[in-house]
């Protein structure tokens, strides 16, 4: 069964509520009921005795963390359990903060103990963003191995399923909200122009809000560039492709 949203405003400043104790037990109970040997209460005790004074971000990261501690130190065995607690994907266009937002700590752990396991985390970011969203972890995995990394990016931008055709723009977005800046493409952006080209005439507001967003950073930090993509597409004169393309500059001239 899932659980009912608990997070409808993202931008709620009172967000950090949702991610301590009551997070550690509701997580605790989801590992424990899959691995037998998870010391749930220990875990619990661990985030309850140091998450009051901490950020949103921070007690993310600190759930991360004390799972590494509570489960096997090996990595593709830890991952395995954390998967098999995620249960049925997410039907709906809904961000991180609603029905799978207890999913953001595994998302995290992938992102800063997965590194080396490139296979094993790449299953598990595509696991995690048909629930929530792996955007974040993806990051360092692009950065250290980009080829890999654009190549499974390209498959998930022709996928049936929108949540990995979205995760193909937005996690590759170089100035993507909550996320060191990715400044591996700026001087190059067509290996992610390429994936975009993709994804310009998506039906999905999902995914096409994404593109929109993704357009509206290029413009940001390769501004040259992304105008000429931009009136390349213009030409095609698609209605979802015209869509992407007005929200994308609704803020910013290209013509300056």
Do not use: C
């Amino acid at each position: 069964m899932k659980n009912k949203p608990i997070i409808t405003n993202e931008s709620d400043k009172s967000i950090a509520q949702y991610f301590g104790v009551n997070l550690a037990e509701l997580l605790g109970d989801k590992i424990h009921s899959v691995y037998r040997r998870f010391n749930k209460q220990s875990y619990i005790d661990a985030v309850k005795s140091v998450f009051a004074e901490m950020s949103y971000s921070q007690r993310i990261l600190l759930h991360a963390e004390q799972l590494q501690l509570h489960l096997p130190k090996d990595y593709p065995k830890a991952i395995q359990i954390l998967m098999s607690t995620l249960g049925e994907e997410n039907p709906d266009e809904t961000g991180m903060f609603t029905n799978f937002y207890w999913i953001m700590p595994i998302g995290k752990f992938v992102e800063i103990y997965g590194l080396n396991h490139l296979q094993e985390s790449m299953l598990a970011i595509e696991a995690i963003t048909k629930r929530n969203t792996g955007e974040y972890a993806i990051r360092p995995f692009i950065k250290q191995y980009p080829q890999a990394v654009l190549k499974t990016m390209t498959k998930w931008a022709k996928s049936n399923n929108f949540h990995l055709r979205r995760l193909a723009s937005e996690g590759l977005r170089p100035k993507l909200p909550w996320a060191t800046k990715l400044d591996l493409f700026i001087d190059n952006p067509q290996p992610v122009f390429k994936i975009l080209e993709l994804l310009k005439e998506d039906e999905v507001m999902f995914v096409k809000k994404s593109v929109a967003n993704h357009l509206t950073d290029w413009l940001k930090v390769n501004k040259t560039a992304a105008t000429a993509l931009i009136n390349q597409w213009a030409t095609t004169n698609h209605p979802q492709t015209n869509w992407i393309i007005k929200r994308a500059t609704r803020k910013i001239n290209i013509n300056e």
